[in-house]
């Protein structure tokens, strides 16, 4: 049944401008970000590809993926799809965990697909580290899986495609400005006692998170010589840090999702 929902996500998204705007965006800005760093050297022009294509792709892939997620829900509400689902077969629980694990499988294998054959051009400009790689990848996927679940959320709870689009910027916006702003406001409070209460919160941002992640998993950041505070801080490894705050999301997203659904959608 799932691979049902697979297949009729797939073609509704190919015969839709979004994913393939999406996935436009992202080998635009791949093969600009390798055309930018390809005079810096083998090695240290891939490091520096790898920071530039990270901090351009996390302008992009939040929003986008807000509005994917959020619009693929609520056509099945202006297509009278849902009202037929909900009646005849499924729960909303089933139906949104179906609807989830298909749009977060159309939305990532083609940019996997990509980032796969992106290592060929890669391969003749740079000396390529593939576990580098792989935390780059790693991070995109978070990234993808984390929003694409608030968009079902937003897609559940909305009612029209205004609402939808007010609700994502106000999330994208929080995420990228007011999260930090809110935490830099208590930062001249912090001390050894609330210092974890204070990381806790830094890294419930996912973008944060996944900055964190690749850094470390670069060798940007070393953890090896830390004050008693910032160990204080960092109580976690970045990796376990990356893995509660996708689960976290996730979990969170999908059960708002379930509880704050409506089923009427309206223009």
Sequence with gaps: ??????????????????????????II????????????????????????????LLY????????????????EKEQKT????????????????????ALQTVLIVPVFIWFFLYLVPLKFFFQVQLTDYGFLLATIIGLMLVFTQLGVLIGSYSRSRMQIAGIAVIIWFYFFFL??????????????DNVQLFSVAYFLNPIQTVRMFL????????FGNM??????????????????????????????????HRKEGFE
């Design 179 to 192: 999260h930090d702003f809110a935490l830099l406001s208590v930062l001249p409070n912090i001390t050894h």
């Design 1 to 26: 049944m799932k691979m049902n929902y697979i297949w009729k996500e797939w073609k509704e998204s190919i015969r839709s401008k979004g994913l393939w705007l999406s996935l436009a965006i992202m």
């Design 82 to 101: 849902l009202v037929m689902l909900l009646t005849k077969q499924e729960s909303t629980f089933t139906f949104l965990f179906k609807k989830s694990i």
């Design 29 to 56: 800005v791949s093969l600009l970000m390798l055309s930018r760093s390809s005079g810096h050297g083998v090695e240290q022009g891939y490091y520096i590809l790898i920071m530039n294509l990270f901090e351009s």
């Design 215 to 222: 850094e470390s998993g670069l060798g940007i950041y070393s």
């Design 60 to 75: 992009f892939i939040p929003i986008l993926c807000l509005f994917l997620g959020a619009f693929s829900v609520f056509q």
């Design 227 to 260: 004050s008693r505070l910032l160990e204080s801080f960092m109580w976690l490894t970045p990796s376990l840090f990356f893995l509660f705050n996708l689960l976290f999301w996730l979990i969170l997203s999908f059960a708002g999702a379930v509880l704050f």
